[in-house]
């Protein structure tokens, strides 16, 4: 296991639910990020948090509202998702956002399906 | 931006046999460069990464690269395959300079299986 847990590991949801995924970090980082990974396509970053701010929302839809409360904790609240939204869903932080070199350590995922 | 080309979505070994996973990085600066292992239901877990150093990387588990400038290439090779190194393979390389400094840039992915 790796100092990054995500909670729920596994989610299945309706099209009108309301539900939030929660990552925690305990490698005293100061940036985290959500990706999602769908299946047969690459990696794609969804949002950057920089000592709790928003550094990157790489056009998501609305529909994915991130939240940062302190630099250990990174949620990201789900509404009226879509059946693509189906996906797993990755949190990672690092030391830093912006550094060279710059290693992420990852978490188990959140399994997500939309019905 | 980075880009990185894994050449090879699916690879399949015999145990005991070698690996070779094969990975293009595109970059106009030199570059930092990692390899990331996923195994079934986990998140990405770090493998090695070549920061300038040593041209010849040695990760966990056996694995290793060599960062190639010359052919833009960074090869994850092992001697011999254990049937525990199933697992979807990652190539990343990191944006070198700018306002996404350190963003990570995924490829798509090789898909190992081990035969017994």
């Known amino acids: 296991e790796t100092g990054v847990t995500q909670t729920p590991r596994h989610l299945v949801m309706g099209m009108t639910n309301k539900k939030s995924l929660k990552c925690e970090q305990h490698l005293g980082h100061n940036a985290m990020y959500w990706y999602k990974q769908s299946a047969k396509k690459p990696l794609e970053l969804m949002f950057v948090y920089n000592f709790k701010e928003q550094t990157e929302n790489n056009s998501v839809p609305s529909r994915f509202s991130p939240e940062c409360p302190n630099s250990s904790h990174l949620f990201l609240h789900l509404h009226t998702l879509q059946p693509e939204d189906s996906a797993l869903y990755l949190c990672?932080?690092?030391?830093?956002?912006?550094?060279?070199?710059?290693?992420?350590?990852f978490g188990p995922g959140t399994r997500l399906t939309v019905l | 931006a980075q880009s990185v080309t894994q050449l090879d979505s699916h690879v399949s070994v015999s145990e005991g046999t070698p690996v070779l996973l094969r990975c293009n990085y595109s970059s106009s600066y030199s570059p930092s460069l990692f390899w990331y292992v996923q195994h079934p239901n986990k998140g990405l877990q770090l493998l090695l990464k070549y920061t300038s150093a040593a041209t010849l990387v040695k990760g966990i588990n056996g694995f290793e690269a060599e960062f190639k400038k010359s052919e833009t290439s960074f090869h994850l090779t092992k001697p011999s395959a254990h049937m525990s190194d199933a697992a979807e393979y990652f190539c990343?390389?990191?944006?070198?300079?700018?306002?996404?400094?350190?963003?990570?840039?995924f490829g798509r992915g090789t898909q190992l299986t081990v035969w017994p």
């Open positions: 990343v390389v990191s944006e070198a300079w700018g306002s996404t400094l350190g963003r990570l840039y």
């Open positions: 990672a932080s690092s030391q830093d956002e912006g550094l060279l070199r710059n290693e992420q350590f």
